[in-house]
């Protein structure tokens, strides 16, 4: 089962900042918060990762609480190649079953023009 | 960066004839591949873990006799839908890890579609 409840869909403006929240309050001190987004009929794109830092690359910000029990994605200026449903995944690096992605309902971005 | 060939795109196949597809790692090698069968507006579903030169393992619920997986390299993995069935129409995708990389690198997805 996803160990991550996401809201099934937001809308954002293009040229706005899009803020995805996750909320994954039974992480464990090894799980690491993974982000993927699919757009229509392809594969998941990797987007960051973090464990308890923020993180930060070209394509996202990844906010993660001092308790790390939330997260939250941003996408600093939306555009409408943006428009994907929206994984966030928790995931350990040891242990039976830790190397796979479990995928839950992820949340669905609308970028509006 | 890393980049996973998943390949047919697209397939149309009669019931009863079984359909390979193919999940290959282009630039690094893939220790570990992972398959995904994903229905419309649903999220995608594990189907089963490989490690190269093992038997892959599957989730509960998939059949492995119906889902033959091969991962006999380090850079393929192919799956077999054997005797396929309309309900087994689906979106199918691959996924591979290296080893020391953190990250999972999906293949764009094959449309199998059974009539």
């Known amino acids: 089962d996803a160990k991550t409840t996401q809201p099934p869909s937001m809308d954002c403006a293009e040229g706005r900042a899009a803020n995805l929240p996750c909320n994954h309050s039974?992480?464990?001190?090894?799980?690491?918060v993974y982000w993927y987004r699919q757009i229509h009929s392809q594969g998941p794109q990797y987007i960051i990762h973090g464990l308890k830092n923020n993180e930060t690359n070209e394509m996202a910000s990844l906010i993660i609480t001092e308790d790390r029990k939330s997260s939250t994605l941003i996408l600093p200026h939306a555009t409408l190649r943006d428009t994907a449903v929206y994984y966030c995944?928790?995931?350990?690096?040891?242990?039976?079953?830790?190397?796979?992605?479990?995928f839950g309902k992820g949340t669905k971005l609308s970028v509006i023009p | 960066g890393a980049v996973v060939s998943q390949h047919p795109s697209r397939v149309i196949c009669k019931s009863g004839t079984s359909v390979k597809i193919e999940c290959r790692s282009l630039?690094?090698?893939?220790?570990?591949m992972f398959w995904y069968r994903q229905f419309p507006k649903k999220s995608l579903m594990l189907m089963a873990t490989?490690?190269?030169?093992?038997?892959?393992?599957?989730e509960q619920g998939v059949e492995k006799d119906k889902f033959l997986i091969n991962h006999a390299s380090l850079t393929l993995s192919t799956l077999t839908v054997t005797s396929a069935h309309p309900e087994d129409s689906s979106f199918y995708i691959c996924?591979?890890?290296?080893?020391?990389?953190?990250?999972?690198?999906f293949g764009s997805g094959t449309r199998l579609t059974v009539v």
């Open positions: 039974t992480i464990s001190g090894n799980e690491y």
């Open positions: 490989s490690n190269e030169g093992s038997k892959a393992t599957y």
């Open positions: 630039d690094f090698q893939a220790t570990t």
């Open positions: 995944i928790v995931r350990g690096d040891s242990g039976a079953g830790s190397y796979q992605l479990t």
């Open positions: 996924s591979a890890k290296g080893r020391g990389r953190y990250g999972y690198t």
